[in-house]
């Protein structure tokens, strides 16, 4: 019976070595997983505070981009009511009721917005009212340009600006009209 009671204590502290060999061995393991799931956690939440960044920063980017299109939308706004303004200024002051491309006509005789600012001169006009839609290329009924009506009108290179400005806007309008 004592030969039992030790043997049952030998083995029971066997069990208990080996247990315990068992707990020390799994320590290392434990901790090399609980430090490889913490290195995890953490990668993640240092992803997760880049994403946010960079979210928050195109955000940002986005709302800049808005404004400054919403600005340069009201500043050619500005640009335009400015421009027509002037245009019907322009159109009033010299008689013509019927926009910047539309004829004035007498009895024998029919003239448009373009040849009576080419032969004044002016060559902000003559820009103006190609930006609102006059053509170069109409004639007047002489048969005229108002680029020859400004050329006819040149005198010590008066008209130079406004020659200029009607030779470039030639270009454009044969382009859109499929010529060279």
């Known amino acids: 019976r004592e030969?039992?009671?030790r043997e049952s204590a030998e083995s029971e502290r066997a069990e208990q070595a080996r247990a315990e060999r068992e707990r020390a061995e799994a320590?290392?393991?434990?901790?090399?997983?609980?430090?490889?799931?913490?290195?995890r956690e953490e990668r993640a939440r240092v992803e997760a505070e880049q994403r946010e960044a960079e979210e928050a920063r195109r955000c940002?980017?986005?709302q800049q981009r808005a404004q400054a299109e919403r600005e340069a939308a009201a500043q050619a706004a500005a640009?335009?009511?400015?421009?027509?303004?002037?245009?019907?200024?322009?159109?009033k002051e010299n008689?013509?009721?019927?926009?910047?491309?539309?004829?004035?006509?007498s009895l024998l005789k029919t003239t448009y917005p373009l040849h009576a600012a080419a032969k004044?001169?002016?060559?902000?006009?003559?820009e103006l009212l190609l930006q609102e839609g006059a053509n170069p290329a109409q004639v007047n009924s002489a048969g005229k340009t108002a680029a020859q009506v400004a050329q006819k009108a040149n005198k010590s290179n008066s008209h130079s600006g406004v020659i200029r400005t009607l030779a470039s806007a030639a270009p454009a309008i044969q382009r859109a009209a499929g010529g060279a």
């Open 60 to 62: 940002v980017e986005e």
């Open 79 to 91: 640009v335009a009511r400015r421009r027509k303004a002037q245009v019907t200024a322009f159109l």
């Open 27 to 39: 320590r290392p393991r434990d901790e090399e997983e609980a430090r490889a799931r913490a290195d």
């Open 95 to 105: 008689g013509f009721a019927k926009g910047a491309a539309g004829p004035k006509k």
């Open 3 to 5: 030969r039992v009671e």
């Open 120 to 126: 004044s001169g002016n060559a902000t006009m003559v």
